[in-house]
């Protein structure tokens, strides 16, 4: 089936060049038809999958529009992150004024208020449009690299929830009430009687508070803008061994590289943002004073962060506990991250480890060398006053042998001690160790492989000797008509030979039936000439050198014959001997009478 221009260079909104893709386009009456069989460019498939890079252009074209749509989402990014914290600033600032409406004068009616409240919704309404071109753009690009053709490939169930959610969370912000005074009634717990009673607060509580979500954002613009992600390699290794570039990814690699660093820029933000949403909800009960719930709360917060929870500041709405419930799961987790954290860069690293092994391996060995040169001279001690028989003698004996005991001893200390500085070592050069033996089998192995190469080209080389040396010698089983120029050539080396070497060679019929010259046997294979020749001499004078040919009357009864015996021919026959005169060598062993051959 036969398709327009705009289906063959289409991939859905994405355009490619296709020069050169209808080079088979008839001319004259029918140049509006194109030809099918001639059509080199790529051609769209109605089920949607597959279009397969035609040509250089199209895998050019490709990674160009790749590279541009990674450039628009970086763009659009930074634009959604940009108009979240705007929109969350503005709330943050109308929040603080409407509160503190007994010193400002400002309350949810005033113009002020709606001003700020309506750049609220526009900046959010401009977000949810930034969301659905952000997540156009991953369309597209999934469309790049799979090659489909319909958006709806892409377009799976997975991302459409994604970007429900996304959009749910980010269109939650307060909006001016135009015909209603914006309050409504929350349930308050009572700090002394515990009694639960109903309060008047803003609507923006509940509208506010939720506007945090918006923070995943962060996470994104931090991914996006990472040098893992913006490095090509680093996605092509982690796309190797099946690691997502997402988040998780690039927190845990921050991590690795600034644990402390990370841990404090959070710590901080989530403070900040915690502690204003916590005043938030707690400061509509008209005990205390508006601006003394913010420094309270911050308070609050890191009290439940540590874990320590004093009890002087309580929650005292659902709101405030449950932010409450929610800090301290997420303090136990960055507390322990930061004990693990902090334990580690007390330890001592390698390099520290092994200065002080070095270090105390030397002393050790220094005082057993005393301990050894203690022993020996105590013992030199107890042999002289042993000998001796001068009055006092035995109390300097025992002396010496106490301390003769007391060396002893100490050199078995200083012995166990080296023993257990050599266990602690061992565990630090196991992995130099490792390394030294994976090196030398490595290399052990890349030389057995050279030397197996050497051999195999060695074996190919004598290979193509031997075969060029089969070309280039006569064949044994050439046909009757045979170049008499060749012939003549040949016997005037083997002449030549023979005169230089004096043997007799005999002009014998071969025989019929001779077990050397059968068809089914190994010996009716080709030999060489001036080999037969050259070990015929060596070996004996005597061994007949027998030539083998036959004139074509005696080839022909033989092949008509059928009996598989080679034919019968004699030396002064070579212009009609079909092996242009070919010399076999037949040892007597094989022939029971010489007469009878």
Aim: glycine share 4%; net charge positive.
């Amino acid at each position: 089936m036969l398709l327009d221009e705009d289906e063959r260079c289409g991939n859905g909104g994405i355009r490619f060049d296709c020069d050169g893709s209808e080079e088979g386009i008839v001319q004259g009456a029918s140049a509006s038809i194109p030809n099918p069989r001639k059509i080199t460019g790529f051609r769209r498939r109605q089920s949607g999958y597959g279009i397969a890079i035609s040509s250089d252009s199209t895998a050019k074209m490709r990674c160009r529009l790749r590279k541009q749509l990674f450039i628009r989402r970086n763009k659009v990014c930074d634009i959604s992150l940009f108009l979240a914290v705007l929109g969350l600033i503005l709330v943050i600032i109308d929040s603080e004024l409407t509160a503190l409406s007994s010193t400002t004068g400002i309350t949810k009616n005033s113009p002020i208020s709606i001003i700020l409240r309506s750049a609220c919704v526009a900046s959010t309404f401009l977000l949810i449009c930034c969301l659905v071109n952000y997540h156009a753009i991953e369309v597209k690009i999934a469309l790049i690299d799979s090659g489909a053709d319909d958006w709806r490939v892409a377009f799976s169930t997975d991302r459409f929830i994604k970007m429900l959610i996304e959009i749910l969370i980010c269109m939650i912000c307060p909006f001016p009430e135009i015909f209603s005074d914006g309050l409504m009634k929350m349930p308050y717990i009572d700090a002394d009687t515990r009694n639960v009673k109903l309060i008047k607060v803003p609507v923006d509580v509940l509208l506010s508070v939720p506007m945090f979500l918006r923070s995943y954002l962060v996470c994104r613009f931090m991914v996006l803008h990472s040098k893992q992600f913006q490095d090509a390699a680093t996605r092509s290794i982690a796309a190797l061994n099946r690691i997502s570039m997402d988040f998780r990814f690039v927190i845990k690699t921050m991590m690795a590289d600034h644990p402390l660093r990370v841990l404090i820029v959070f710590t901080m933000s989530y403070w900040v943002c915690m502690s204003w949403m916590f005043t938030q909800c707690e400061r509509y009960d008209g005990e205390l004073e508006v601006e003394h719930y913010y420094l309270n709360s911050m308070w609050f917060i890191m009290v439940t962060f540590m874990s320590i929870g004093y009890g002087d500041i309580v929650p005292n709405t659902y709101c405030g506990r449950c932010l409450s419930i929610t800090t301290g799961i997420v303090g136990a987790g960055v507390s322990s991250a930061l004990i693990a954290i902090i334990s580690r860069k007390l330890e001592l690293s390698r390099a520290e480890k092994h200065v002080n092994n070095f270090m105390a391996d030397s002393k050790l060995t220094n005082q057993r060398k005393n301990a050894a040169a203690s022993v020996l001279q105590e013992t030199w001690f107890i042999h002289k006053y042993k000998k001796a028989q001068h009055k006092g003698d035995d109390l300097r004996l025992r002396h010496h042998q106490r301390r003769f005991l007391h060396s002893i001893n100490e050199f078995r200390r200083i012995k166990w001690d080296q023993r257990k500085l050599q266990e602690k070592g061992n565990s630090l050069l196991d992995v130099g160790k490792l390394h030294s033996d994976m090196h030398e089998t490595l290399w052990e192995m890349h030389r057995t492989q050279d030397h197996f190469i050497s051999q195999i080209d060695v074996l190919t080389q004598k290979i193509m000797e031997l075969q060029m040396v089969l070309n280039t010698r006569p064949p044994c089983c050439a046909p009757t008509r045979v170049n008499p120029a060749s012939n003549r050539e040949y016997y005037s080396v083997s002449n030549k030979m023979a005169n230089d070497v004096p043997i007799v060679i005999p002009t014998i019929p071969l025989p019929i039936q001779s077990p050397m010259l059968h068809t089914t046997q190994s010996h009716r294979e080709p030999f060489e000439a001036s080999t037969a020749v050259s070990d015929t001499i060596q070996s004996s004078a005597t061994i007949p050198r027998i030539s083998v040919g036959s004139t074509s009357s005696s080839t022909a009864s033989d092949a008509s014959s059928g009996n598989g015996s080679l034919p019968q021919c004699t030396v002064d026959q070579l212009s009609n001997c079909p092996t242009g005169g070919i010399y076999a060598t037949v040892t007597t062993p094989l022939i029971s009478n010489f007469e009878e051959v």
